[in-house]
């Protein structure tokens, strides 16, 4: 594999600012290096939240552009209706001025060219088309604009007459300058996505159809493309609004909406009766109303366009019907009409979810327990198992697999993942490592927080995985340690400043949290040595045994150096206090535990267990009756296991250590892919 | 050049420059109010020039240097009539580079907004770069306006991303992926 990418070819690649050269290195190593790819993906998500803080100050508004476009064009014509005054004759050069002395004054020019001219007003009497036509131009200014072209609009259609009723929707769409790109997606009011729509750079169309599978696009129903007033013809009734409204997106035919077109389209019919007014709704936002009526087939249609009265921007546009006992009125109200950056984080919006591998594809599910859109064909196992081993590495990395209550599941079509987290902002944290799993189609994320798990709804902690959980942190009563004088007296002896009985308490929840530490690591190593015996990762491809490899790595260095602190912690303590002989810290003879890793991982778990409860036992207390009131017999008895407790402990934790050492030597032969190298190099190379 | 092409060239940048040289521009001072002054007063300096039959290659360079300058003048006006900026490095200097820009506040009584504490870490460079990347630049305008290489653009860049990862603690990801890096890394690359 190459060495790894530098940052700023990372962050210049996700900029698209790279050289050809450059770039083709880095794409390739991106491809073959889980590392990098996650690096990317941090810088990305860092760019995306800068931009989406940007955005959540909209200043300036369109309006007060216009305001300073005004009012500059206002002193421009001013200044070269001066110029003319001052210089009458053709030809003659100017007086050169200098803007040295002017910028030295800095910010009294600003105020000295304030007081220059007082701001005008436009207010020419404009007729219709006049004013039709510069809407036209402004929405064609704002979408040939270079970069991405967005329109949010709201849709409201009611129903008057014969049967009242209110429908809302909401439309977005996005589109690149050159007008090759283009994505829709229309939720309902509720915010559901119902149907969503792709064009790529390389012109391919995808929609979705009905229960939201990616679909290559169909072609529109109508060869032409439907106008608004067609609306009409669906009836508008409550079950074919939503039908009426695909249709007339889908014959767009990949062009954003535009509202002067549609004004056009409408006003240029036989008898159409134009109209221009201003008004002022609100103070200080004028809006130019252009109407236009017409009689269709014994219908009376009204287009109503509205528009900034100073940008010419077009804002809102209904149309509304009358006639044969029905009266119905579809409103659309562009809240966002914009242009964005032409930048890469962006791009994403273009690109549907399917599995090419070639590329990588993102979607974040609009809720975290949506399934995220996937393709409609049935994945094959490989497929699977690879989505898998990435969620798997996706927890892991979050540290989800040390004990909190996610599961993951697996059926013919899809990886499932499934549980309680503490809190919204940690459910956001896996939905979206989630989402950047290779594929992210095959993937489903049901998450729920505490909350919402306790106010209902399935409840999907799995308890088998859970349950090393429970006896974490056990209140101490130091009064319950069997052997307590004992204990005390070892640190007594071990002279220090501090209380005997503060040290203790110190010491046993340490002990408590160290061995509880590595149970966890333990729990990890045994669900992936449960998951992937020797015959699953035979099934593996390169890449998802590599990431398995790390991970069976990462526990078992943890692993190792928890017994290994758990160790020096407690084996002076335990040999003195069970008056066990001191044992040469050589290295314990490891008994063959086991073939493979996943049989050595599984009986390190089952006496990384055993130390665990031992441990618990002797030093967390709980049932132990009080010394001095118990009777003598049982005293002893206690006394003698918990002696034996601690003896068991020590030699369990050196067996531990040895069989650790052979399990990492054991998972890197059977994981490895050192000699595996060339194979990736080759899948790369070659085309996919 | 003549009128016509004049009056277009400023279209044009209503159009399509102006809302990201204000939005910067009031990031810079801190005050969006201030901001439209400074890149209005700007905009007519070179309407003037040109006006005056100057003949300027990059209308857009030219202005966003006489903007960085006003910028200047003002943070340095405000640091000696008794509004403190502490200098970053080196003795106080020639141009706005070397000033603490102040964060941003929509009203004068408000928070600072989060984007402003989010490059609270970066150096004036740093913030420079990347706010000039949210508004969508090209590394190249970037380097031209700040009179800066292409390749420091770069760095710049990704020193001020990763310094807003650490400091943010969402560097999780990352900072995991480096402890596997230095775990295995030896091993493998």
């Given at each position: 594999?190459?060495?790894?990418?530098?940052?700023?070819?990372?962050?210049?690649?996700?900029?698209?600012?790279?050289?050809?050269?450059?770039e083709?290195?880095?794409?390739?190593?991106?491809?073959?290096?889980?590392?990098?790819?996650?690096?990317?993906?941090?810088?990305?998500?860092?760019?995306?939240?800068?931009?989406?803080?940007?955005?959540a100050?909209p200043?300036?508004?369109p309006?007060?552009?216009?305001?300073a476009?005004?009012?500059?064009?206002?002193?421009?014509?001013?200044?070269?209706?001066?110029?003319?005054?001052?210089?009458?004759?053709?030809?003659?050069?100017?007086?050169?001025?200098?803007?040295?002395p002017?910028?030295?004054?800095?910010?009294?020019?600003?105020?000295?060219?304030?007081?220059?001219?007082v701001?005008?007003?436009?207010?020419?009497?404009?007729?219709a088309?006049?004013?039709?036509?510069?809407?036209?131009?402004?929405?064609?200014?704002?979408?040939?604009?270079?970069?991405?072209?967005?329109?949010?609009?709201?849709v409201?259609?009611?129903?008057?007459?014969?049967?009242?009723?209110?429908?809302?929707?909401?439309?977005?769409?996005?589109?690149?300058?050159e007008?090759?790109?283009?994505?829709?997606?229309?939720?309902?009011?509720?915010?559901?996505?119902?149907?969503?729509?792709?064009?790529?750079a390389?012109?391919?169309?995808?929609?979705?159809?009905?229960?939201?599978?990616?679909?290559?696009a169909?072609s529109?129903?109508?060869?032409?493309r439907?106008?608004?007033?067609?609306?009409?013809?669906?009836?508008?009734?409550?079950?074919r609004?939503e039908d009426?409204f695909?249709?007339?997106?889908r014959?767009?035919?990949?062009q954003?909406?535009?509202?002067?077109?549609?004004?056009?389209?409408?006003?240029d019919?036989?008898?159409?009766?134009?109209?221009?007014?201003?008004?002022a709704p609100?103070?200080?936002?004028?809006?130019?109303?252009?109407?236009?009526?017409?009689?269709?087939?014994?219908?009376?249609?009204?287009?109503?366009?509205?528009?900034d009265?100073?940008?010419?921007?077009?804002?809102?546009?209904?149309?509304?019907?009358?006639?044969g006992g029905?009266?119905?009125e579809?409103?659309?109200?562009?809240?966002?009409m914009?242009?964005?950056?032409?930048?890469?984080?962006?791009?994403?919006?273009?690109?549907?979810?399917?599995?090419?591998?070639?590329?990588?594809?993102?979607?974040?599910?609009?809720s975290p327990?949506?399934?995220?859109?996937?393709?409609?064909?049935v994945?094959?196992q490989?497929?699977?198992?690879a989505?898998?081993?990435?969620?798997?590495?996706?927890?892991?990395?979050?540290?989800?697999?040390?004990?909190e209550?996610?599961?993951?599941?697996?059926?013919?079509?899809?990886?499932?993942?499934r549980?309680?987290?503490?809190?919204?902002?940690?459910?956001r944290e896996?939905?979206v490592a989630l989402?950047?799993v290779?594929?992210?189609?095959?993937v489903?994320?049901?998450?729920q927080?505490?909350?919402?798990?306790?106010?209902?709804?399935?409840?999907?902690?799995?308890?088998?995985e859970?349950?090393?959980?429970?006896?974490?942190?056990?209140?101490i009563?130091?009064?319950?340690?069997?052997?307590?004088?004992?204990?005390?007296?070892?640190?007594?002896?071990s002279?220090?400043?501090?209380?005997?009985?503060?040290?203790?308490?110190?010491?046993?929840n340490?002990?408590?949290?160290?061995?509880a530490?590595?149970?966890?690591?333990?729990?990890a190593?045994?669900?992936?040595?449960?998951?992937?015996?020797?015959?699953?990762?035979?099934?593996?491809?390169?890449?998802?045994?590599?990431?398995?490899e790390?991970?069976?790595?990462?526990?078992?260095a943890?692993?190792q150096?928890?017994?290994?602190?758990?160790?020096?912690?407690?084996?002076?303590?335990?040999?003195?206090?069970?008056?066990?002989?001191?044992?040469?810290?050589?290295?314990?003879?490891?008994?063959?535990?086991?073939?493979?890793?996943?049989?050595?991982?599984?009986?390190?778990?089952?006496?990384?267990?055993?130390?665990?409860?031992?441990?618990?036992?002797?030093l967390?207390?709980g049932?132990?009756?009080d010394?001095?009131?118990?009777?003598?017999?049982?005293?002893?008895?206690?006394v003698?296991?918990a002696?034996?407790?601690?003896?068991?402990?020590?030699?369990?934790?050196r067996?531990?250590?040895?069989?650790?050492?052979?399990?990492?030597?054991?998972a890197a032969?059977?994981?490895?892919?050192?000699?595996?190298?060339?194979?990736?190099?080759r899948?790369?190379?070659?085309?996919? | 050049?003549?009128?016509?092409?004049?009056r277009?060239?400023?279209?044009?940048?209503?159009?399509?420059?102006?809302?990201?040289?204000?939005?910067?521009?009031?990031?810079?001072?801190?005050?969006?109010?201030?901001?439209?002054?400074?890149?209005?007063e700007?905009?007519?300096?070179?309407?003037?020039?040109?006006?005056?039959?100057?003949?300027?290659?990059?209308?857009?360079?030219?202005?966003?240097?006489?903007?960085?300058?006003?910028?200047?003048?003002?943070?340095r006006?405000?640091?000696?009539?008794?509004?403190?900026?502490?200098?970053?490095?080196?003795?106080?200097?020639?141009?706005?580079g070397?000033f603490?820009?102040?964060?941003?506040?929509?009203?004068a009584?408000?928070?600072?907004?989060?984007?402003s504490?989010?490059?609270?870490?970066?150096?004036?460079?740093?913030?420079?770069?990347?706010?000039?990347?949210?508004?969508?630049?090209?590394?190249k305008e970037i380097?031209e306006?700040?009179?800066?290489?292409?390749?420091?653009?770069?760095?710049?860049?990704?020193?001020?991303?990763?310094?807003?990862?650490?400091?943010?603690g969402?560097?999780?990801?990352?900072?995991?992926?480096?402890?596997?890096?230095?775990?295995?890394?030896?091993?493998?690359?």
């Amino acid at each position: 594999m190459d060495k790894h990418v530098a940052d700023e070819l990372l962050v210049a690649h996700l900029d698209g600012e790279l050289a050809p050269k450059d770039e083709a290195r880095v794409a390739r190593h991106l491809k073959e290096c889980w590392h990098c790819r996650s690096r990317a993906s941090a810088f990305s998500e860092q760019m995306r939240l800068l931009a989406r803080e940007r955005d959540a100050q909209p200043f300036p508004s369109p309006h007060e552009v216009d305001e300073a476009r005004r009012e500059f064009f206002a002193r421009f014509e001013e200044a070269t209706a001066r110029q003319h005054r001052r210089w009458p004759w053709v030809g003659m050069p100017p007086r050169s001025w200098s803007w040295k002395p002017a910028l030295a004054l800095g910010v009294l020019v600003g105020v000295f060219v304030g007081l220059w001219f007082v701001p005008r007003h436009r207010s020419a009497p404009q007729s219709a088309a006049d004013v039709l036509a510069s809407i036209e131009r402004s929405e064609n200014t704002l979408r040939a604009a270079p970069g991405y072209f967005h329109q949010a609009i709201r849709v409201e259609v009611s129903l008057k007459r014969p049967t009242p009723l209110h429908w809302r929707g909401e439309l977005e769409v996005w589109a690149d300058s050159e007008g090759n790109r283009y994505s829709s997606r229309w939720r309902d009011s509720a915010g559901r996505l119902r149907y969503a729509a792709w064009r790529t750079a390389g012109g391919e169309e995808f929609a979705t159809d009905a229960t939201l599978q990616l679909i290559p696009a169909p072609s529109p129903p109508a060869a032409h493309r439907v106008a608004l007033i067609e609306l009409w013809g669906y009836g508008l009734a409550a079950g074919r609004i939503e039908d009426a409204f695909l249709d007339w997106m889908r014959s767009r035919r990949w062009q954003p909406v535009s509202f002067a077109a549609d004004f056009r389209a409408f006003a240029d019919g036989e008898g159409a009766v134009l109209k221009v007014e201003r008004l002022a709704p609100a103070p200080g936002r004028p809006v130019l109303r252009l109407s236009a009526s017409r009689v269709v087939d014994g219908v009376l249609v009204t287009l109503v366009l509205e528009a900034d009265a100073d940008s010419h921007r077009p804002r809102l546009e209904y149309v509304s019907f009358e006639g044969g006992g029905r009266s119905a009125e579809v409103r659309f109200v562009a809240y966002r009409m914009e242009r964005l950056p032409p930048v890469q984080w962006l791009a994403a919006v273009f690109e549907p979810p399917t599995p090419r591998r070639s590329r990588r594809r993102r979607i974040i599910p609009a809720s975290p327990s949506q399934p995220l859109v996937a393709l409609k064909r049935v994945p094959t196992q490989a497929e699977l198992d690879a989505a898998e081993i990435e969620v798997r590495y996706a927890l892991h990395r979050l540290g989800v697999c040390l004990g909190e209550p996610v599961r993951i599941e697996r059926d013919t079509s899809r990886v499932r993942v499934r549980g309680v987290v503490d809190s919204a902002e940690r459910r956001r944290e896996i939905v979206v490592a989630l989402a950047q799993v290779e594929d992210p189609g095959l993937v489903e994320a049901n998450i729920q927080t505490i909350e919402e798990a306790l106010t209902g709804g399935p409840n999907w902690a799995a308890p088998g995985e859970t349950g090393q959980s429970a006896a974490r942190k056990p209140t101490i009563a130091e009064s319950d340690l069997p052997l307590r004088n004992r204990f005390l007296e070892y640190f007594r002896q071990s002279g220090s400043s501090e209380p005997a009985a503060a040290r203790l308490t110190a010491f046993v929840n340490s002990a408590l949290d160290i061995t509880a530490a590595a149970l966890d690591q333990a729990w990890a190593l045994r669900r992936l040595a449960e998951r992937y015996p020797p015959d699953e990762v035979s099934r593996l491809n390169v890449q998802s045994r590599w990431l398995l490899e790390v991970m069976v790595r990462a526990h078992l260095a943890t692993l190792q150096q928890k017994m290994a602190s758990a160790e020096t912690l407690l084996a002076p303590v335990f040999s003195s206090v069970a008056g066990i002989p001191r044992v040469p810290n050589s290295p314990a003879r490891a008994p063959l535990s086991g073939v493979n890793w996943a049989q050595t991982a599984l009986a390190i778990f089952s006496r990384v267990n055993r130390v665990h409860d031992l441990v618990h036992g002797v030093l967390g207390g709980g049932a132990a009756p009080d010394t001095d009131q118990a009777p003598k017999e049982s005293r002893k008895v206690l006394v003698r296991d918990a002696e034996q407790a601690m003896a068991e402990s020590l030699a369990l934790m050196r067996t531990v250590r040895g069989e650790l050492r052979q399990a990492k030597l054991l998972a890197a032969e059977e994981l490895s892919t050192e000699g595996h190298v060339a194979e990736i190099a080759r899948q790369t190379e070659s085309p996919e | 050049m003549e009128q016509e092409e004049i009056r277009r060239l400023f279209q044009e940048f209503y159009d399509s420059w102006y809302a990201s040289l204000l939005r910067y521009v009031a990031r810079s001072v801190g005050s969006v109010e201030l901001a439209k002054d400074l890149v209005q007063e700007s905009f007519l300096l070179l309407c003037k020039e040109l006006l005056n039959g100057k003949k300027i290659e990059n209308p857009k360079g030219w202005t966003f240097r006489v903007v960085r300058r006003q910028i200047g003048n003002y943070l340095r006006a405000d640091r000696y009539s008794g509004v403190s900026f502490e200098p970053i490095e080196g003795t106080p200097g020639r141009d706005a580079g070397e000033f603490v820009r102040p964060a941003l506040r929509v009203e004068a009584d408000e928070e600072p907004d989060r984007l402003s504490r989010l490059m609270e870490p970066l150096s004036v460079r740093e913030r420079e770069v990347i706010l000039l990347r949210l508004e969508g630049f090209r590394y190249k305008e970037i380097a031209e306006h700040l009179g800066i290489g292409s390749a420091t653009v770069k760095t710049f860049l990704a020193r001020a991303l990763k310094k807003m990862q650490e400091r943010s603690g969402k560097a999780g990801a990352a900072a995991g992926a480096r402890a596997e890096q230095s775990r295995y890394g030896q091993a493998r690359s």
